[in-house]
């Protein structure tokens, strides 16, 4: 069994959420913070079998695309950047020693 954890920004959260639901994996989510601009993520867990890993990403990635936003001026910490990149999705899939529902 794996793990896969999604790190995803908050505006494809629920879309990948409901995208994995839908493939009928079942998804716990967890409200992070952190990236670039400490803006609003949102981490999701999904318990998966080897041979559905690769599946889930592909959904992930369907949903989880990157953008280009405009900074607004004065930004205290980035004066000479004017836009960055947000959004897709980092991954990761770990080996699971034991799992057990109640």
Known sequence: ?????AIVHNDDAHDAMEALVAAGHRVT????????????N??????????QVDA???LISEVCQARTVDLQRGHPLF??????R???????VVDVER????
């Not at 799992?99 to 109640?102: A, D, Q």
């Open 86 to 92: 947000l959004g897709g999705a980092v991954g990761f």
């Open 29 to 40: 989510r967890l409200a992070s913070t952190g990236g670039l601009l400490g803006q609003g």
């Open 79 to 84: 004066s000479n950047i004017r836009q960055v």
């Open 99 to 102: 799992f057990f529902r109640l």
């Open 56 to 58: 889930a990403i592909a």
């Open 42 to 51: 949102t981490t999701l867990l999904c318990g998966l079998d080897e041979s």
């Open 1 to 5: 069994m794996k793990l896969l954890l």
